[in-house]
Structures are given as C-alpha cells and as structure tokens.
C-alpha cells in the first residue's frame, strides 16, 4: 500500500478523524464538535491510503508558535499500523514552519514511550508538572449518544 503524509489542511475529513478518535483510550466517546474545534485550532498531519483517499492516520500539534508544542492525537488505524506511518506524520509535524524557536516539545502516553524516544522525548519529572483534568461530561458524547462503554482516560 501506498500512503501520502500531509499538513495540507484541504485534507481533514473531520467525520473520519472523529471516527478514528473516539475509539482512542484518551479521547474515548468524543464529542464530534470537539474534535472540530481541537483540528481548527491545531497544526495537523495526516496518512491517507492513496488508492482510496481514506485517512487512515492522524496526528496534531497544539503551540504559540513560539515557545511551547503539545504533540497529541497521534493515531494510526490499527489495520494500517507497523508502516512507519505515526513516525512520518511526527516528522512532518516537527518540521512544519512557525516552529524553528520553540523551546519545548511536550505530550503524554500510556504506550507509546519507545515511538517518541525515536524523537529525543524524556520522561519529566512528575514533581515539576502539574495538570488540571476536566470532567468528561465537558467533552465526551453522553451516554446514550456513545457507542461502546464509557472509559475515563
């Protein structure tokens, strides 16, 4: 299979990126305006499967352009997995203009330590982080409108 990585933001299909996130540990039952608003206000990568223009892979980049970038969302389809794909979408989002000056590169995983370290990313030390979790109710679909269980990430 052949597969086009790309910043190009004509290509965000937001109902196929949904689809794919909402079934994501971190962002289990999102809401679909949320992932709207999350891609509109982020540098996003995406692997599309050439012969069917299918995205198959995502990835977003949250910064000011200057100082700070919050990589997230970084899937890949699990039938399109182990092709290097979440490895170029990286690369891509990394190498995107406006982020030449930034002094810190930041994101969180639960299984994916050995993909970033690839990227030159270290564990932090947990007592200088703090974080702020917001109720799901924020951001997740309700319970009637989600499919499958509800899973706090």
């Excluded at 994501?24 to 050439?50: G, H, L, P, T």
């Excluded at 389809?77 to 995107?96: F, K, W, Y």
């Excluded at 970033?116 to 109710?137: H, I, L, N, T």
């Amino acid at each position: 299979m052949s597969y086009l990585v790309t910043a190009d933001r004509s290509r965000l299909d937001i109902d196929r990126i949904h689809a794919m996130l909402r079934t994501a540990y971190w962002s289990k039952d999102i809401r679909r305006d949320v992932v709207e608003r999350a891609f509109a206000n982020s540098v996003a990568a995406v692997a599309v499967e050439e012969s069917t223009g299918v995205i198959v892979g995502v990835a977003r980049v949250v910064t000011d352009f200057a100082t700070f970038a919050w990589l997230c969302d970084v899937f890949v389809d699990p039938a399109h997995r182990s092709r290097g794909l979440a490895l170029r979408m990286i690369r891509l989002l990394e190498e995107q203009p406006g982020l030449e000056t930034l002094r810190r590169w930041c994101l969180a995983t639960r299984d994916a330590h050995d993909l970033y370290s690839r990227f030159g990313y270290e564990p932090v030390d947990a007592a200088r982080w703090m974080q702020k979790p917001c109720p799901p109710e924020a951001w997740r679909e309700p319970p009637s409108a989600a499919s499958g269980g509800s899973d706090s990430a």
